[in-house]
């Protein structure tokens, strides 16, 4: 195996492990999140383990599509995949940076400056605008298992 399909298989794994966990944390864990807002999510966010998880797991994924992409420029059939997955996850961390955090960060902090009905509405509107980063996510991750598909052209010992 030449490092260019280990970049790539490296990359469809991480990115495979983001999708699944977050669906898995948006169906079995947010709810909970959720019951009694803000009180709940900042609760919730003192207890979540997301400086040990999301992170290293969000740049070890970055690390690895860039490698792939990298690695794989001269292969036209899959650097076009691998542009496209790279911009559907550059526009996870885009939305991320932009809505998510800062929100999450806004509700775990409101107490009792925010009336509870709208820290629930926020809230509702947040787990709902998720799945829409699961959606580009898993669309990175489809990418780079098109990607796969497409035989890399070089010749490999």
């Given amino acids: 195996m030449n490092y ?67 690695l794989n420029r001269k292969n036209d059939e899959r650097r076009k995949l691998l542009l496209l997955a790279l911009g559907f996850y550059v526009g996870t961390w885009a939305s991320t940076a932009a809505y998510f955090a800062p929100e999450i960060i806004r509700l775990s902090r ?20 998720t799945w829409a980063r699961h959606l580009a996510l898993g669309a990175a991750w489809a990418l780079t298992t098109a990607a796969l598909g497409r035989r890399d052209r070089r010749f490999a010992l």
């Fill in 110 to 129: 409101a107490g009792d400056e925010m009336a509870a009905s709208e820290a629930t509405r926020r809230a509702k509107r947040w787990q709902r605008l």
């Fill in 4 to 70: 260019s399909n280990l970049a790539l298989g490296a990359s469809n794994l991480l990115l495979g492990t983001a999708v699944g966990a977050g669906v898995n944390q948006s169906i079995f864990v947010m709810p909970k999140w959720f019951t009694s807002p803000p009180q709940s999510i900042a609760k919730a966010q003192a207890e979540a383990p997301f400086k040990s998880f999301w992170i290293p797991l969000q740049a070890a994924s970055a690390l690895a599509l860039s490698g792939a992409l990298a």
